[in-house]
């Protein structure tokens, strides 16, 4: 585990693995319970694995670490999608697990990847505290590494309030549907050599772009899309006002070309030029 010392990783008790990321010959002598909702029996082999640490000796362990580094040093994947301290007995918690797996609205069911680090890092600005209790109940904390290669630990938020069903607004539901492209822009954000926070403020403002390129100006692929939101995120809202970057989105409209490639013409310098010249022209007004 890249940058994890052994403290960390021994304080929690459990683990889970995604089996389409990690290869079996990694995970298959380790105590492993699939966790299966019945809606999804016939993916079985498909399903997260729970691994129980605390079952294991502290010299496996310490072992287990080494595995993990060695399958992180090949894969951009991490070995444990997640890292769980509870008091809740093995049984106990994949039963729970397993059912949270299911998400029900109106009219369907999905299958909710809270699993998945690229997805539970954004359940924690979008569901509210009671949904987030509801599905993390009996968990003390859940820790996950960010694509910056580095682990957070939320420590889980009791509430008063019980609910017996994760419901989502319209408004929960469009989001959770956007994911994908939001992590689409993350790694592009991250392959251009940009850091940034994981934080609530951070992925809105991204989400705030990615609308606005389609709605507003008629970028359709998820790269033209993305490509706007870094640049706004960047640069600041006004830059898109300049008449040079309306001239390339006008041109990307018109003549279906890629709004990513216009771009690769125009310098850091160039940009920072017309977002600082867009603000100056802002404030005499």
């Not at 569901?127 to 987030?132: T, V």
């Amino acid at each position: 585990m890249l940058d994890v010392d052994h403290r960390f990783f021994l304080q929690h008790d459990f683990g889970i693995i995604n089996p389409l990321q990690v290869e079996e010959n990694l995970w298959a002598d380790l105590p492993a319970t699939p966790l299966v909702p019945s809606e999804l029996a016939d993916q079985a082999s498909f399903m997260p694995l729970l691994i129980d640490l605390k079952s294991l000796s502290l010299d496996a362990r310490i072992n287990l670490m080494g595995r993990a580094a060695e399958h992180e040093s090949n894969s951009i994947y991490p070995y444990f999608s997640a890292l769980l301290q509870t008091d809740c007995d093995t049984a106990q918690l994949a039963r729970q697990l397993a059912q949270r797996l299911i998400l029900r609205g109106p009219d369907k069911k999905v299958w909710l990847r809270y699993f998945d680090p690229r997805v539970f890092c954004h359940l924690l600005w979008l569901f509210n505290a009671e949904q987030l209790w509801f599905l993390l109940r009996d968990i003390q904390q859940w820790s996950w590494r960010d694509p910056q290669e580095s682990w957070h630990t939320y420590s889980v938020v009791k509430t008063d309030i019980s609910i017996s069903l994760l419901r989502l607004t319209p408004e929960q539901w469009q989001h959770l549907e956007k994911l994908g492209l939001l992590n689409h822009c993350l790694k592009m954000l991250l392959a251009a050599g940009h850091e940034y926070q994981l934080d609530k403020n951070t992925l809105l403002q991204l989400r705030k772009g990615l609308d606005e390129a389609k709605n507003q100006h008629g970028l359709i692929s998820d790269t033209d899309r993305s490509v706007f939101a870094i640049q706004q995120w960047r640069f600041g809202n006004q830059l898109h006002a300049h008449p040079h970057m309306q001239a390339l989105l006008g041109e990307a409209l018109k003549n279906k070309a890629s709004y990513e490639g216009l771009c690769r013409t125009i310098s850091e310098e160039t940009l920072h030029e017309f977002a600082n010249a867009m603000q100056q022209y802002q404030h005499k007004e």
